[in-house]
Antibody, heavy 119, light 107 residues
Framework: QVQLQESGPEVVQPSETLSLTCTVSGGSIKNYYWSWIRQPPGKGLEWIAYIYYTGDTNYSPSLKSRLAISVDTSKNQFSLKLTSVTAADTAVYYC?????????????WGRGTLVTVSS | DIQMTQSPSSLSASVGDRVTITCRASQGISTYLNWYQQKPGKAPKVLVYAASSLQSGVPSRFSGSGSGTDFTLTISALQPEDFATYYCQQSYTMPFTFGGGTKVEIK
């Protein structure tokens, strides 16, 4: 079955750029709409970005100026960059997928990776 | 953005109790409403999608209802493994938004 794995640094310095990659295994990256979702410690879920393999993207308005999402179909990966991070960006970051042609819900999730913004 | 408001934010219940969680959207979203369960240290897991469709493998004690702006998730008889946090999420339009969560605790 399709599985997702997030990867990237666990600690990022304030004002620097947070970079994460999600690797899709067991299936084609073209069969899903992909998102990044984050969860600050002890808090709720926040959707932050979307991408399709065609390059179509959509961003959370509150983060749009600092976000970039990209896809590499040759590697079955999609990536997130969040610039100028602060402590408020400390969170578990999940990659997640919605199956193309199905009702729109996140049926695929990575395990999540905790990114801490700290000097 | 569509705001999703869940209530209550937490509740205490006993095994066997019937539990109802509500979710209200700030504008009509038809039936583009999903429910997720999250346990500590784990990724969320979908329980109900499109307001009332039970995800494969999810016990039938879970059910969802509603359309437009008001939705409910019901657990007919709470089991020990159901103690978790539950989130609603609208997929009507991006930005996709989640409710604030309902933590179901043991009474």
């Amino acid at each position: 079955q399709v599985q997702l794995q997030e990867s990237g640094p666990e600690v990022v310095q304030p004002s620097e750029t947070l970079s994460l990659t999600c690797t899709v295994s067991g299936g084609s990256i073209k069969n899903y709409y992909w998102s990044w979702i984050r969860q600050p410690p002890g808090k709720g879920l926040e959707w932050i970005a979307y991408i399709y393999y065609t390059g179509d993207t959509n961003y959370s308005p509150s983060l749009k100026s600092r976000l970039a999402i990209s896809v590499d179909t040759s590697k079955n990966q999609f990536s997130l960059k969040l610039t100028s991070v602060t402590a408020a960006d400390t969170a578990v970051y999940y990659c997640a997928g919605m199956k193309v042609g199905a009702p729109r819900y996140f049926d695929l999730w990575g395990r999540g990776t905790l990114v801490t913004v700290s000097s | 953005d569509i705001q999703m408001t869940q209530s209550p934010s937490s509740l205490s219940a006993s095994v066997g109790d019937r539990v109802t969680i509500t979710c209200r959207a700030s504008q009509g979203i038809s039936t583009y409403l999903n429910w997720y369960q999250q346990k500590p240290g784990k990724a969320p897991k979908v329980l109900v999608y499109a307001a009332s469709s039970l995800q494969s493998g999810v016990p039938s004690r879970f059910s969802g209802s509603g359309s437009g702006t008001d939705f409910t998730l019901t657990i007919s008889a709470l089991q020990p493994e159901d103690f978790a946090t539950y989130y609603c999420q609208q997929s009507y339009t991006m930005p996709f938004t989640f409710g604030g969560g309902t933590k179901v605790e043991i009474k």
